[in-house]
Each structure stands twice: as C-alpha cells, then as structure tokens.
C-alpha cells in the first residue's frame, strides 16, 4: 500500500517568515495530493490539493509544488501569520482513499 | 445542520460497556470513512464505505463494528474496548472517486469527531 512520509514534525517561524513542509509517498500510482489542516481541536480541513497532471499550484499565500519522478511533494506558506498556526497534513490517493503523512506542528510567533 | 455532524462529542465508557458512535453527512455524498486520531498515529484509516458497501477494513480489531445503512449515515459499534482504544474518532464523507462531479479528486470533509476515553 501507499506509504507517506512528512517532515518537520515541528517547525516554529516568526510572523512573516515563509514555512515549507515536505511529504514523499511510495505508490507511483497516487495521482491526487491534498494537504489539510487542523487547528487546536477543529476538524482537518482541505486548504490546497493538486493532481498528477500539474507541477505546481497556489492560492493567495499557499502554494503545493509536486515532483512526481522524485515522489515527493511540498506545501509552501509565505508571509506566516499567527492563525496560520495548526497542524498540517499532506496525504497522498492512489485509487479511492487517502494516506495521510503523521502531521507537522506549524507555530507561528508574533 | 450541514456538513459532516458527529454525535456523541465526548463519551467515557469502561471495558465492558457497548456504545456506538453516530455520524450523519448532509453533503450528499455517496462515501463514508472513520479514521482513528492519536498521538502515535495521527489520521489512521480504519474503514470505507462506497455506496453503503464496506469496501475497506484496516486490520481493525472486531471490537469495532462499523455499520452503514444508507449514504448519509455512519456507525461505529464499540464492545469490549482496550484503554488504547482512548483517541479521537473522526468520520468523514466524499463522493467515490471516479464519480461526477469530483472526478478523480478524493476530497474528504471530516466531522468534529469523537473524544472518547476508554477506563
């Protein structure tokens, strides 16, 4: 099965620092990559996916970035504010579930 | 209500008691999930159902009983539980991937999961 692979487990930036966490997954067959996050006891949420067929996608502040041949695929947050601060997971769907990455602990300093 | 509703929030139950947790999605999806969420494993995937059709089971012990008798409904049946069975348990929802209108996109929506604390 698929296996996901996420680093740091804990990063701590200063307000307005860029953050970039990493995943790589195993399945060459995964062709969908969502990250999700999760604040302080909330539910995950998706903030940002990307297909197989795409290297690169942002939204305002975020961006993922996906290099297929390498297998590995990263979450990139500029201009970091203090609500940016949750849990981030990246998961990795080779055919009808997801595989979620252990999670990485974003902090974000005033 | 909207989304994904999970009930009960929080439940104590000992070894030896029965229980089951509720979850009810209003997204009209046709895929269900529950997921396991703890410090050692973050979000393990316990089972899936497409189109009210188990269509997974993670290597879960059967003192986990999932049932699903529709699209929109979910349970997990809980007897005779172990203290490390104490997480939280998150239900979540999607359409089958490979069905209109998300293509091959397996968007998940969670619930607000679980809290349960076995003694």
């Known amino acids: 099965g698929e296996n996901v692979e996420q680093h740091p487990s804990t990063l701590s930036v200063q307000e307005g620092d860029s953050a970039v966490i990493k995943c790589t997954y195993s399945?060459?067959?995964?062709?969908?990559f969502p990250w999700y996050k999760q604040e302080l006891g909330k539910r995950p949420q998706l903030i940002i996916d990307?297909?197989?067929?795409?290297g690169e996608k942002k939204d305002q502040r975020i961006a993922v970035t996906l290099n297929k041949t390498a297998k590995h695929f990263s979450l990139h947050i500029t201009e970091t504010q203090p609500e940016d601060s949750a849990v981030y997971f990246c998961?990795?769907?080779?055919?009808?579930?997801?595989?979620f990455g252990k999670g990485t602990m974003l902090l974000v300093s005033p | 209500e909207t989304g994904v509703t999970q009930t009960p929030r929080h439940l104590v139950m000992g070894m030896t008691n029965k229980k089951s947790l509720k979850c009810e999605q209003h997204?009209?999806?046709?895929?269900m999930y529950w997921y396991k969420q703890s410090a050692k494993k973050p979000l393990e995937l316990m089972f899936v159902?497409?189109?009210?059709?188990?269509?997974e089971n993670n290597s879960v012990p059967s003192r986990f009983s999932p049932e699903c008798p529709n699209s929109s409904h979910l349970f997990l049946h809980l007897h005779t539980l172990q203290p490390e069975d104490s997480a939280l348990y998150l239900c979540?929802?999607?359409?089958?991937?490979?069905?209109?209108?998300?293509?091959?996109?397996?968007?998940?929506?969670f619930g607000a999961g679980t809290r349960l604390s076995v003694l």
């Open positions: 998961a990795a769907s080779p055919y009808s579930t997801l595989t």
């Open positions: 399945d060459s067959a995964s062709n969908y």
């Open positions: 990307i297909r197989s067929n795409v």
């Open positions: 159902y497409n189109f009210k059709e188990q269509t």
């Open positions: 997204l009209g999806h046709n895929a």
């Open positions: 979540a929802s999607s359409q089958v991937p490979g069905t209109f209108p998300s293509g091959a996109k397996n968007i998940q929506y």
